[in-house]
């Protein structure tokens, strides 16, 4: 079964950090591009990030730029998310998500909360 | 960045009865290889959004046939034949030729 499990979120305050992660299963890692969505409380989707294949190649919406980093372990099928200096608007749902292609999504992860208080 | 507009935002919809919702970008979304990267994800009340339909009109596996897309250029639409209670949630598009946008949402309601 195709599946994607994150873990990591929970309350931080403002300026700190947090990690999420999620481990990728039933399909080869290495051979997609893999991205995180988020969704504020009540609000819609947004993409934040994403990384190609062996991760050589990483684009972040401007709002996480210098504080927002992804990254991947293709030897233990994991992709990351290391969020720095954390804003109250960072506030969200952060979805793991494999794409393959043009960002047509197709896989997604459980969702993590990530609280950051001020 | 492409904008993608839906509407409505909020649309009551009565089972058995047929259900749309467009979904407008601000400038073409055709790819210079010719195909257009338009999705449809659906959003039940508490879960993880799944796609249902890639590429405008490809409806992904275990997807009801009740539901399909189409579109071309700019105006793109998500059917719903029959509205049942499980599709009740939030729909949303999704451009992925240039940086990805999604459209703010769709939900439908009884």
């Known amino acids: 079964e195709v599946q994607l499990v994150q873990s990591g979120g929970g309350l931080v305050q403002s300026g700190g950090s947090l990690r999420l992660s999620c481990v990728a299963s039933g399909f080869i890692f290495n051979n997609y591009w893999m991205a995180w969505v988020r969704q504020a409380p009540g609000k819609g989707l947004e993409f934040v990030t994403k990384?190609?294949?062996?991760?050589?190649?990483?684009y972040h919406v401007d709002s996480v730029k210098g504080r927002f980093t992804i990254s991947r372990d293709n030897a233990w099928n994991s992709l990351y998310l290391q969020m720095n200096n954390l804003r109250v608007d960072d506030t969200a749902v952060y979805y793991c998500?494999?794409?393959?292609?043009?960002?047509?999504?197709?896989?997604w992860g459980q969702g993590t909360m990530v609280t950051v208080s001020s | 960045d492409v904008v993608m507009t839906q509407s409505p935002l909020s649309l009551p919809v009565t089972l058995g009865q047929p259900a749309s919702i467009s979904c407008r970008s601000s400038?073409?979304?055709?790819?210079?290889?010719?195909?257009?990267?338009l999705h449809w994800f659906q959003q039940r009340p508490g879960q993880s959004p799944r796609r249902l339909i890639y590429?405008?009109?490809n409806r992904d596996s275990g997807v009801p046939d009740r539901f399909s897309g189409s579109g071309s250029g700019t105006d793109f639409t998500l059917k719903i034949s029959r509205v049942e209670a499980e599709d009740i949630g939030v729909y949303y598009c999704l451009q992925g030729a240039n940086w990805p946008t999604f459209g703010q949402g769709t939900k439908v309601e009884i």
């Open positions: 998500v494999r794409d393959p292609a043009y960002s047509a999504f197709d896989v």
């Open positions: 400038q073409s979304i055709v790819h210079s290889d010719g195909n257009i990267y």
């Open positions: 590429k405008v009109s």
């Open positions: 990384t190609n294949g062996d991760g050589s190649e990483k």
